[in-house]
C-alpha cells in the first residue's frame, strides 16, 4: 500500500489524475508499538490495538484456528495481559502487520493439557492493515490526557490594557480563547457596572439564564435581593467544588462571578478542569470512569420554598459514547445514595478516585478577585469552590446560554 512516491513524482503535477492518484498513494502506513499496545498510522488517522487483542484474534492455524473446523481454540482467559510482543514489523509492501509473540503469551488451558494439538504460544501472526482497520475500535485516541496545570497567568487579562491601546476586538478575542482552551477567563479591572459588564457577552435581543434565585445574583451573606436564598452560597463558608445548579435538567452553560467587594480574609475562588480530569480518570482507572458515567445519581435541591430533582450520571457522554457532554458534580444537592450492596463500595471508591484528580492542587486555578474584576467560566466543563471568608464579601452572580456567549464574542472580535 505504500507505494514509493518515486513512482508518481511528477515536476510540474498539473495533470489531475496524477494528482489525485499521488495523494492517495501519500497515505503511508507506519507502526508506532508502545508498552501496552500497537498504535498503527494510516490514511492520516490513528489505530490502537491492544497486544492481547491481537493475540485474541490471530488467525494461525494451528495456534489459534483447528486445522478442521476453522473454529477458535483460544480461549482469552489464557492470553497474557502485560506481556508485549517480541516483535512488530510491517510486511509484503505495508499491507500486512506481523507480530511475533514470546513463548506462554498463553497459558494452557487444564482441560488442554497433555492434548496433542499445541496451545505453547511461541508463532507468527499476521493482521492486513484492511482488516485491523475494519475493526479498529480506537481511532484518534488522545493519549497522555492530563488536566491543565493550573497557572492563574494563563487565563488572565486587564481590561486596562485594551482600553488604554484602544483595542476591544483583541479583548473580546483573548476572552473567546481563554474560555474555548481553559474553560474560563479572569478580567481584571473590569468595573462596577454590572449592566455593562453583562452586554459584552450578550448579543442583542438576549437575556441572561434566570435561576431560581432571579436573574441577577448578589452573593453576600445579608441578601436581601434573590429568591431562595437558604443555601450555602449566601453564608461565609466554604464551598467545595461543585456545577451549579446540576438539579435541574438544563443546567446554564456559563457562570459569570464578578466582584463588587472583595472578603477582609479568604474568600479565593478554585476551579479545576472536570472533562480534562474525567478523561484522565479514563486513562488510569477505566472501571471509575465508566461507573460515573453509567450509574445515575440523583441531584435534589429541597430549600423551604424550591424544590427540583435531576436525574443522571456524574460524567454525561455524548451520544457517541465517547466524547464529554457535560460534568455535574455536587456533594451538597446528592440524594441519599440507594445503590445494590453489590454496588456501593465500588462507586464511592470511584467517586473518591475522580476528586482526587479534581482535589489534586497542580491542576487548581486560584483566582482572588478585587473589586472590578470578573470571573467567567464554562459550568460544564469546570468545577468551581471558594474558600471560608470573613468580612462583607459581595459578588455577583450571572448565568449565561453557552451559544450566546459564543455568538456574541465572535461577532465583537471581528468587528471591524
Ligand atoms: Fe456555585
Known sequence: ????????????????????????????????????????????????????????????????RHPLTNERIVDCAHISLDLPPTSVKLIEENSKVEVQWPPNYITIAPICKNSSS???????????????????YAVDRIDNVQPDYGDIRKVEIDYKNYINNNNLNDYFR?????????????????????????????????HVFESHF????????????????????????????HTDQPFIDNPPGMQMLQCIQKADIGGDNHLVNSHKAALYLREINPEAFYL???????????????????????????????????????????????????????????????????????????????????LLYDNYRMLHARKEFQGERFMRGIYFNHEQVWTKLEFEMNKK
Open 1 to 64: 500500500m505504500n507505494i514509493s512516491k518515486r513512482f508518481f513524482t511528477i515536476s510540474n503535477p498539473t495533470h489531475i489524475f496524477l494528482r489525485l492518484l499521488q495523494q492517495k498513494v501519500d497515505q503511508t502506513i507506519q507502526l508506532d508499538p508502545r508498552r501496552d499496545y500497537l498504535r498503527l498510522h494510516a490514511n492520516n488517522k490513528t489505530y490502537d490495538f491492544h497486544y492481547f487483542w491481537l493475540r485474541h484474534n490471530c488467525n494461525a492455524v494451528p495456534q489459534s
Open 118 to 136: 499445541s496451545l505453547v504460544d511461541s508463532h507468527t501472526s499476521t493482521y492486513s492493515i484492511d482488516w485491523l482497520i475494519s475493526n479498529a
Open 174 to 206: 483573548d476572552c473567546y480563547q481563554r474560555l474555548k482552551q481553559y474553560g474560563l477567563v479572569v478580567v481584571r479591572n473590569r468595573g462596577l457596572d454590572t449592566e455593562t459588564v453583562i452586554r459584552d457577552f450578550l448579543p442583542d435581543n438576549c
Open 214 to 241: 432571579g436573574v441577577i445574583e448578589d452573593l453576600r451573606t445579608d441578601n436581601k435581593t434573590n429568591k431562595n436564598t437558604d443555601q450555602l452560597g449566601y453564608t461565609n463558608s466554604a464551598v467545595d467544588l
Open 292 to 374: 460515573l458515567s453509567t450509574v445515575a445519581v440523583k441531584f435534589h435541591r429541597k430549600q423551604k420554598q424550591f424544590e427540583s430533582l435531576h436525574v443522571g450520571p456524574i460524567i454525561e457522554l455524548e451520544e457517541n459514547g465517547n466524547d464529554i457532554k457535560k460534568v455535574r458534580h455536587s456533594y451538597f444537592t446528592f440524594a441519599t445514595f440507594q445503590y445494590p450492596f453489590w454496588l456501593m463500595n465500588s462507586f464511592y471508591k470511584a467517586y473518591q478516585a475522580y476528586s482526587t484528580i479534581l482535589k489534586d492542587e497542580k491542576y487548581t486555578f486560584n483566582v482572588l478577585l478585587e473589586s472590578g474584576d470578573f
